[in-house]
């Protein structure tokens, strides 16, 4: 994959130390403790350790491959990731409270999900996200996702009601 991903206002680019303080604080957010729970750092230690993981699963087969969101001055604003499941690959995003509502979520699915797909060799990908989670769910309606199952399943270790989107190549 290439790398930066450019979009009109983004780009998409590998995780690097610098990087540990503004993931700390954009996962620390009411929404990402209730949706994502696995992905709040409460300390910058946390975030180190965490991105210092991430980057070395670049260089392994699948493992999640976790990659930054950034506006063109450099600024982090989230997060774009590919993760194995049991039936394929699973896309995530998350923008920091800080930076919704801005379609940086959208922009950068949008730009991702092709680039990822060439990359893991995919004909399809997912999208899976609680039904209370209703910006998720639009951000994957948005980016042509295509509703396959909408009903109760189990969600970082919980049963909850959950939709699963699924993307094919077109």
């Known amino acids: 994959m290439k790398l930066p991903i450019e979009t009109k206002r983004l780009f998409i680019v590998e995780l690097n130390p610098n990087m540990a303080e503004s993931l700390h604080k954009n996962s620390l957010d009411d929404d990402n403790r209730k949706f994502m729970?696995?992905?709040?750092?409460?300390?910058?230690?946390?975030?180190?350790?965490?991105?210092?993981?991430l980057i070395s699963f670049y260089e392994e087969e699948n493992m999640p491959l976790v990659y930054a969101i950034t506006l063109k001055d450099g600024t982090q604003v989230g997060h774009v990731e590919a993760v194995p499941i049991q039936s394929g690959w699973e896309v995530g995003y998350h923008i920091g409270i800080k930076y919704t509502?801005?379609?940086?979520?959208?922009?950068?699915?949008?730009a991702f999900i092709p680039a990822i797909m060439e990359k893991l060799h995919l004909k399809q990908i997912y999208g899976i996200c609680r039904l209370d989670n209703i910006a998720s769910w639009k951000i994957l309606e948005k980016c042509k996702f295509e509703l396959e199952y909408d009903g109760f399943g189990s969600y970082?270790?919980?049963?909850?009601?959950?939709?699963?989107?699924?993307?094919?190549?077109d």
Not at 101 to 110: I, K, P, R, T
Not at 156 to 169: D, I, T
């Open 37 to 53: 729970p696995d992905e709040v750092f409460e300390t910058l230690e946390a975030a180190q350790d965490v991105i210092e993981t």
């Open 101 to 110: 509502n801005n379609g940086y979520a959208s922009e950068a699915l949008q």
């Open 156 to 169: 970082h270790g919980e049963e909850h009601h959950v939709v699963r989107y699924k993307k094919e190549l």
